[in-house]
């Protein structure tokens, strides 16, 4: 089948509907980042993706196939909300995949859930939303050893009214490129911005947690955003950068991003209806 693209989104893709002697798994991935550097499978480097498709070959033999993701995270990064698919032999089915595959997994990746989905399911096109998580340490408790390792650990108080204040300008649909790494000029620098917001992060104190969602992420971009809206917090630079930046005003410039090891992909949404929606959903770097 193929699929069109809309303005400024991905060009049309051929994908084959049917595969014979297999069906097509969807997996929630949850993993602990400090290890990897990051999704995409590297040559003599430690991936997720690497991971999951030794895991794979090891219970399926060669007979896995395509495995993708909803999108990549950087090295350092983590996910409690991973979507991943692959092709796997009809000799298996969901649940004795799932148990093989947490019973071989290494201590910081755990499949969450295996679930059946058809065969033209993708995990990156088919996504309407993505969720990020973001948590930085505003006091010295950030610098345990239990929390270091999962937040920007900074050790001072910010003020959050002018962070939350600088956060509403980032919802609707705006041009992300000052909080990108790269263009992506295939895809376009717009994003859908649904749902941002700064709360104290729940039974972990001395930590905020900023959590976004947007139909679109570009390279970095939750990260350049966090940098940014923390140096509004440290009172660097004023609330209203964020329009400019929004405004791609010149000689104003993003903040250096925020650490990798602070951000979790937390979801990926999707319609209830897999072939629907797949204009959207195209970009899910991060």
């Known amino acids: 089948m193929t699929r069109s693209s809309g303005p400024g989104k991905l060009a049309t893709v051929a994908r084959s509907e049917h595969h014979t002697g297999y069906w097509r798994v969807k997996l929630v991935l949850h993993y602990e980042g400090r290890d990897f550097h990051g ?9 997720v993706q690497g991971e999951l498709s030794a895991l794979l070959r090891r219970i399926c033999g060669e007979g896995s ?6 999108g990549r995270t950087d090295a350092g990064a983590h996910a409690t909300g991973q979507v991943a698919s692959a092709l796997i032999p009809v000799r298996f089915d969901e649940g004795e ?17 295996a679930e059946r989905v058809p065969d033209s399911f993708h995990p990156r096109y088919d996504a309407v939303s993505r969720t990020y998580i973001y948590r930085v340490g505003v006091d010295h408790r950030s610098g345990s050893p239990f929390q270091a390792p999962w937040c920007w650990p900074l050790g001072r108080a910010l003020d959050l009214e002018l962070m939350v204040d600088a956060t509403h300008c980032i919802i609707g649909d705006h041009d992300f490129s000052a909080f990108a790494k790269s263009g992506q ?15 104290v992060a729940p ?16 390279h970095r971009m939750v990260r350049y955003l966090v940098g940014t809206l923390v140096e509004i917090g440290q009172r660097f630079r004023p609330v209203d950068d964020m329009a400019r930046l929004l405004g791609v005003e010149p000689g104003v410039k993003a903040a250096p991003p925020a650490p990798a090891q602070g ?3 937390a979801r990926v949404e999707y319609s209830t209806d897999y072939t629907e929606d797949r204009a959207r959903g195209q970009g899910g770097s991060e």
């Open 39 to 47: 999704w995409q499978i590297q040559e003599d480097r430690r991936t």
């Open 65 to 70: 196939r395509k495995l993708t993701a909803a």
């Open 97 to 113: 995949l799932l148990r093989a595959l947490n019973a071989l997994a290494p201590p910081d990746l755990w499949i969450a859930s």
């Open 185 to 199: 000029p295939l895809r376009g620098v717009r994003c859908e911005v649904l749902a941002a917001e700064w709360s």
């Open 203 to 218: 039974q972990a104190e001395g930590i905020l947690e900023f959590e976004i969602t947007a139909d679109r992420f570009l």
């Open 263 to 265: 951000l979790f992909l």
